[in-house]
């Protein structure tokens, strides 16, 4: 039986490229991934150190078999799914160039995955802290309620703010860079 660990490790919605390297980085110290548990919980199976580049395409459930065959034929080998996101893997060794590692083929579609992550992902998150998270925090902490539910909701703002800080703004970055590069 293969020796397993498992890790957990934090990445929000638009840390997707630093979890491709992260993963990247533990297979080429020998731990393949083998499963995802959402939404932190990454669980890896021993293997002899390569260099896999992984990628991350955000499809929200949307791929269908067109899509996994094509990347099939394109030699990425689909190491799992999680939240949406679709995991692929393909080994440094079989790329013949440097384009070989990318799934995107151009900016266009790099920005079009960006602006999806937001409408679908970015844009429930702000809803949810403007209509849950803001209301029950104000009501928390003007009734008196007691101390476990205004330090809950007081929790609850600071991730909220924190969640949509950071992803609104590295996401904007990446789109506008990408669509600055003209490529």
């Known amino acids: 039986m293969a020796e397993t660990c498992t890790r957990i490790r934090v990445f ?38 390569e ?11 949307e791929a269908n078999a067109e899509f996994m065959q094509m990347m099939e034929d394109y030699g990425w080998e689909r190491a799992g799914r999680c939240l949406g996101w679709l995991y692929f893997r393909k080994p440094v060794a079989e790329m013949e ?12 579609s790099r920005v079009d995955m960006v602006r999806h992550i937001m409408r679908t992902r970015l844009l429930p998150i702000t809803i949810i802290f403007l209509c849950c998270v803001i209301p029950n925090a104000l009501r928390a902490t003007e009734s008196g309620a007691s101390a476990f539910f205004t330090v809950f909701w007081l929790v609850m703002f600071v991730i ?12 904007r970055r990446m789109q506008k860079e990408l669509e600055g590069s003209g490529l």
């Open 12 to 49: 929000t919605i638009a840390d997707f490229e630093e979890e491709e390297m992260w993963l990247r980085d533990q297979s080429r110290n020998g731990w393949r991934l083998i499963d995802m548990i959402p939404p932190f919980v990454y669980k890896f199976e021993r293997c002899e150190p």
């Open 51 to 61: 260099d896999v580049i992984y990628r991350l395409v955000y499809k929200n459930n």
């Open 97 to 108: 160039n440097v384009n070989d590692g990318e799934i995107f083929s151009d900016n266009a």
């Open 160 to 171: 909220y703010v924190y969640l949509l800080v950071h992803c609104g703004f590295k996401l």
